[in-house]
């Protein structure tokens, strides 16, 4: 007797089995499916959308992979909810499970978070566009062309070829500059002549050697003026500017052709030492200069 209801405890057991598994593996396949459709739809939607903002001539390209990573994330939350709804979990209760898991975990990556608000204002502020070049002071290592700005992070080339994977919190909360966003940068170069030379002749020399180029800019005109004058030695300052772009090859450039310039007038103007100086702010040959521009 007791053999008998132990198997028809096992019938019913079985039974009950086949059918919560008739009732719920068709809802479980179905989600799966829906879950494994939505994601690869939503890699697709950003490749497409990534690719036609790329033809739009008129939209900044700063907020490209932006717009594109956005419509990621919501094609994949309403592929959940669906996947979700075909379990049979409502809505409503899911939003109120979404609204609680999403407080917690706001305060478990308020570090992320930040980085999402960070892009967010980088994006509406715009302190620099797709392909400036940037630098944070505050954070050693941090420079280089911007290659992408994303909902997380920024991607930034530096000057060697190095790919640098940078939170957006760390270029928003820091000061930044910029190097590519005005039109002109100040060149400034310490001349170091015998003390004896012809200061007038040697001043001729160094703007000859700027206006060479035509890549320095005519406005403003380059200057020289005399820094200091000791332990015999005549200390000038040939201060000109040009565009981003060519500083660098500019700055060679002229480097060299001041050294021949002052060789070419002979033993008593050739010079000792070609430095390239970077002003300070409150130098005041750099902030006349920039206000005669």
Known sequence: MHQELNTDQLTQVGALAWT???????????????????????????????????????????????????????????????????????ATSLLAVLGAAGLAIGLALQGTLSNIAAGLMLLWLRPFHVGEFIEVPSVAGVAGWVREIGLFVCQLETFDGLFLFVPNSALWNAPLKNHSRNLGRVLSLAVVVPATADRARARQALLDAATQDQRILKTPEPAVFIDNVSGGN??????????????????????????????????????????????????PSRLMTSADG
């Not at 000109?240 to 772009?245: E, G, H, K, Q, R």
């Open 20 to 90: 919560w598994a008739a009732a719920i593996l068709p809802r479980l396949v179905t989600a799966l499916l829906i879950l494994i459709a939505g994601i690869a739809l939503a890699n697709w939607a950003q490749r497409a959308v990534s690719r036609f903002l790329g033809r739009a001539q008129h939209l900044d390209p700063t907020v490209r992979p932006f717009l594109a990573a956005a419509l990621r994330y919501a094609l994949l939350v309403l592929v959940i909810v669906a996947a979700l709804e075909q379990l049979g979990v409502q």
């Open 234 to 283: 005549l200390v000038l300052n040939l201060v000109c500017w040009t565009t981003p772009a060519g500083a660098g090859t500019v700055q060679r450039g002229i480097i060299e052709r001041v050294e021949r310039g002052l060789a070419a007038l002979g033993p008593d103007f050739a010079a000792s030492t070609v430095t390239r100086l970077v002003p300070p702010d409150t130098d």
